[in-house]
């Protein structure tokens, strides 16, 4: 297969698109095709050439960024099979989970020092790892698209939740 600027990120990685993967094989691979497409290798070519390596080193970072991070990775899945995650536009959330951000929310606000926000980083780091393995199997064993973009979704608000307390923290240990 010949690759273009339009081939999917998995398929100018060379890797099955699927959510799991191996993260040293992404970044040996990535280091691979940054050299063979660094504008500096075309430094004495012509215009065309320069311009061609130039965004194909900008493709190949864009994909790296995207299969890199699992949540963008996840994202990425379903927009290829149709089934575009619209944060903006659809919010809902099962009334299990949005207790568990009210609550967490909730306990963030009375946490009073550095013990109580570790302890809810590690809660929060073990609910994430939790949807990963969930949004793994959803992706890769069920195939199951729309499901997906619910949890990617979730996993969103959990992010941004992290992000929360990790700032809390270093705001405590300025």
């Given amino acids: 297969m010949t690759l273009s600027l339009h081939s999917t990120d998995f398929q100018i990685f060379g890797l099955p698109p699927k959510f799991a993967i191996e993260r040293s094989a992404l970044d040996a691979r990535w280091k691979e ?11 004495m070519a012509d215009a065309q050439a320069q311009r061609q390596a130039m965004q194909w080193s900008v493709r ?20 290829l099979h149709g089934a575009p995650i619209e944060a903006e536009n659809n919010t809902a959330m099962p009334a299990a989970f949005l207790m568990q951000q009210m609550q967490w929310r909730e306990d963030l606000d009375e ?39 619910q949890q990617v979704r979730a996993l969103m608000f959990v ?15 300025q």
């Fill in 33 to 43: 095709l940054q050299r063979e497409a660094h504008p500096d290798r075309f430094a």
């Fill in 60 to 79: 190949i970072n864009e994909a790296y960024q995207r299969l890199k991070d699992p949540v963008k990775r996840a994202s990425y899945l379903c927009e």
């Fill in 111 to 149: 946490a009073v020092g550095v013990s109580d926000l570790e302890t809810m980083a590690d809660d929060v780091a073990q609910a994430r790892r939790d949807m990963l393995e969930s949004v793994r199997a959803t992706a890769d064993e069920q195939g199951d698209y729309p499901a997906l973009a």
């Fill in 159 to 173: 992010e941004r939740f992290a992000r929360d307390v990790e700032q809390r923290l270093d705001q405590l240990g």
